[in-house]
């Protein structure tokens, strides 16, 4: 230790004062990222919220009037949480379940067509990453389960032992939670910038003594900066 004391008091002034800035701007990010890399930290997985599946600014609503072609199609919900549907003008959609806008749409064609048979889905764009073949944005709707979504992208690659597991990751603070396979997307609190996750749940027994001798290196660098800054301020 006194050997480094000595080093960094032989240092030219401007170098002193380079290094001790540089500690200052580093060290803090640096004790995130050894923290992050430590496999002992658990991941948390909370339970699922429980509340359905609600309209997005983005979504398409799919409309289908049986023997009226000119009123069936599928429109984007805009920004202000409205859609346009032909016959019933602008209806808003953001927060209401699929059930309540089916509702809706279906009572408005009712007053105006006799006997109208009315089809009400929706359709959104969901991220479906990590272990799968064909990471990217799929299509889904409500009706459709956790693993029809992952197949959609390409479904599970690799062959691992570990049956990978599937991870519901919320756009708004990371957080993460388990999801059955079987379980319906209409059941899932999906909200804008969330994604499907699949990973491997023995990537980090594989990597972890790598990882952990990594941390150990950086731990013993991290003390070693902080003892030449403290120096420094002497």
């Known amino acids: ?8 008091s032989v240092l030219p002034t401007t170098v002193r004062l380079l290094l001790n800035r540089t500690m200052r701007r580093t060290l803090p990010a640096a004790a995130l990222l050894l923290a992050a890399c430590n496999p002992r930290t658990p991941v948390a997985l909370a339970p699922l919220p429980d509340r359905p599946w609600t309209v997005l600014p983005g979504d398409e609503v799919k409309v289908r009037v049986y023997r009226e072609p000119e009123l069936s199609g599928q429109w984007v919900v805009n920004g202000r949480g409205e859609v346009f549907v032909p016959g019933l003008g602008r ?23 006799i006997d109208a048979i009315v089809d009400v889905g929706l359709v959104r764009s969901l991220p479906v990453l990590g272990q799968v073949r064909n990471p990217g944005v799929v299509q889904i709707e409500p009706t459709m389960t956790v693993s029809r979504a992952v197949a959609m992208a390409g479904g599970i690659r690799g062959t691992s032992l570990e049956t990978p597991t599937i991870l519901l990751q919320k756009g708004r603070d990371g957080s993460r939670y388990a999801l059955a396979a079987d379980l319906r997307l209409d059941r899932v609190a999906l909200d804008e910038g969330d994604a499907i996750l699949v990973v491997d749940p023995s990537f980090l027994e594989r990597w972890a003594p790598w990882i952990m001798t990594f941390n150990q290196f ?13 120096s420094s301020k002497r």
């Not at 731990?219 to 800054?229: F, H, N, Q, Y």
Request: glycine share 6%; net charge positive; hydrophobic share 55%.
């Open 91 to 113: 209806i808003l959609a953001a927060g209401l379940t699929s059930d309540s806008l089916s509702t809706v749409i279906t009572a408005g064609y009712t007053k105006r067509i």
């Open 218 to 230: 950086g731990a013993a660098i991290s003390v070693l900066l902080s003892v030449i800054l403290i």
């Open 1 to 8: 230790m006194s050997r480094i004391l000595v080093f960094h």
